[in-house]
């Protein structure tokens, strides 16, 4: 059972451009949602993360926005490089117990 | 500061064998969870040990178990190996769980199975 459903599996980016991944929970009992980025060959890395407190943050050029009423959250990768191009998981946790997404597979193309 | 270390970083088994993977968290770190990651399923959270106990537990068959060590050290059985067990199996260590927020709590680069 799904309970963080991912979209797009993939995203093709031009460089400069605006990659936008989205994901929609059911579990109202999550209270904590990162984002995580895995190049070939490595575990994922944490990139963002936020709780349903606040609408949106910002770290550099990835933001994260948020709606907790529509029960969805994406990520906003602003200016893509080609260095961007990698898996991204979203992610959502209640307590100790994470559940992750399926993935999307970004490439930036130069 | 060392990261987690997952050892083997390769294995291939054959049907019907068992193994076993080694996880070595960040030092101080007392939580580990284990992971399983297919390009169909993405990554399923298969345990969580705190403190040498299994805290939490995933939707795995009872083939698949671990057990931690008292230096926070973690290892993961999967006997009676399936072809489907093929994955690369991903450790996360951090001070006390995902509970206590996403900036700790860091991943090891895997261990990729092959069963044929």
């Known amino acids: 059972q799904q309970q963080v459903k991912q979209s797009p599996q993939s995203l093709i980016v031009q460089k400069g451009g605006i990659s936008i991944i989205n994901c929609a929970y059911e579990?109202?009992?999550?209270?904590?949602f990162p984002w995580y980025q895995q190049f070939p060959g490595k575990g994922p890395a944490l990139l963002i993360a936020?709780?349903?407190?606040?609408s949106e943050k910002k770290e550099g050029r990835f933001t994260i926005s948020f709606n907790k009423s529509a029960k969805q959250f994406s990520l906003h990768i602003m200016d893509s490089q080609p260095g961007d191009s990698a898996t991204y998981f979203c992610?959502?946790?209640?307590?100790?117990?994470?559940?992750f997404g399926a993935g999307t597979r970004l490439t930036v193309k130069p | 500061k060392a990261g987690v270390t997952q050892t083997p970083r390769y294995l291939i088994k054959t049907r019907g064998q068992q193994v076993t993977l080694s996880c070595s968290p960040i030092?101080?770190?007392?939580?580990v969870s284990w992971y399983q990651q297919t390009p169909g399923q993405g990554l399923q959270f298969l345990f969580e040990?705190?403190?040498?106990?299994?805290?939490n537990k995933g939707n795995f068959p009872g083939r698949f178990s671990g057990r931690q060590f008292s230096n926070s050290r973690s290892e993961m059985n999967v006997s009676t190996l399936e072809l489907g067990d093929s994955a690369l199996y991903l450790c996360?260590?951090?001070?006390?769980?995902?509970?206590?927020?996403?900036?700790?709590?860091?991943f090891g680069s895997g261990t990729r199975l092959t069963v044929v």
């Open positions: 936020i709780r349903p407190d606040v």
């Open positions: 040990y705190f403190s040498e106990t299994q805290r």
């Open positions: 579990n109202t009992a999550f209270d904590y």
């Open positions: 996360a260590s951090s001070l006390a769980g995902i509970s206590s927020g996403a900036y700790g709590y860091t």
């Open positions: 030092s101080g770190h007392r939580s």
């Open positions: 992610a959502a946790s209640q307590g100790n117990d994470m559940r």
